[in-house]
């Protein structure tokens, strides 16, 4: 399935995709320091640890996809929904590269992972979370829509932890 907004073309993953993606995520410091890996990843353990599950199958009522700045016409990061482990609750998550920060353009991402969601998937609800420390993220959260809810541990690490009801979601 694609997803389009007005500034985004949102896609599946291709095995073409590794380098742009690579570039603009994982070989970069300033990027990871906010996600799991909490650092840039070496070239080749990001394509066999982490970028080879983008072309596996996703299950349902997940969705991940290449984030494409349609003006631009390349591929800036990832968003979608995922199943957040431990917990019986789906997240929203996005990574852009940094040019991209401070544009709409993960909050445009993310509100279309979310209407994905909540409309083709009929999700009651889906959460968010973000590093404390990540101001930029847990303000993609708030102007999606979502409301914080404090501090939980997810991923070994405490998060602030947000969530929307389908029936809040305009």
């Not at 596996?56 to 003006?71: C, F, M, N, Q």
């Not at 994905?116 to 959260?141: C, D, H, Q, T, W």
Request: aromatic share 14%; glycine share 10%; net charge negative.
């Amino acid at each position: 399935m694609i997803l389009e907004t007005k500034r985004l073309l949102l896609r599946p993953f291709t095995a073409d995709d590794f380098e742009a993606y690579y570039e603009q995520i994982y070989g970069d410091a300033e990027v990871n320091r906010f996600l799991p890996t909490g650092t840039a990843v070496p070239r080749d353990q990001a394509h066999e640890r982490f970028f080879t599950r983008f072309l596996g199958p996703i299950p349902e009522p997940e969705g991940l996809w290449a984030v494409i700045d349609r003006d631009a016409q390349r591929l800036i990061g990832h968003a979608g929904i995922k199943a957040l482990p431990e917990s019986e609750f789906i997240e929203v998550f996005y990574a852009l590269g940094k040019a991209w920060w401070g544009k709409g353009l993960a909050t445009e991402a993310a509100r279309a992972c979310l209407g994905y969601g909540f409309n083709e998937k009929e999700l009651g609800m889906i959460v968010g979370i973000a590093l404390p420390a990540n101001i930029g993220s847990r303000r993609v959260l708030e102007k999606s829509g979502m409301t914080y809810h404090g501090i939980r541990k997810y991923y070994n690490f405490d998060v602030a932890f947000y969530d929307l009801k389908r029936e809040e979601f305009k």
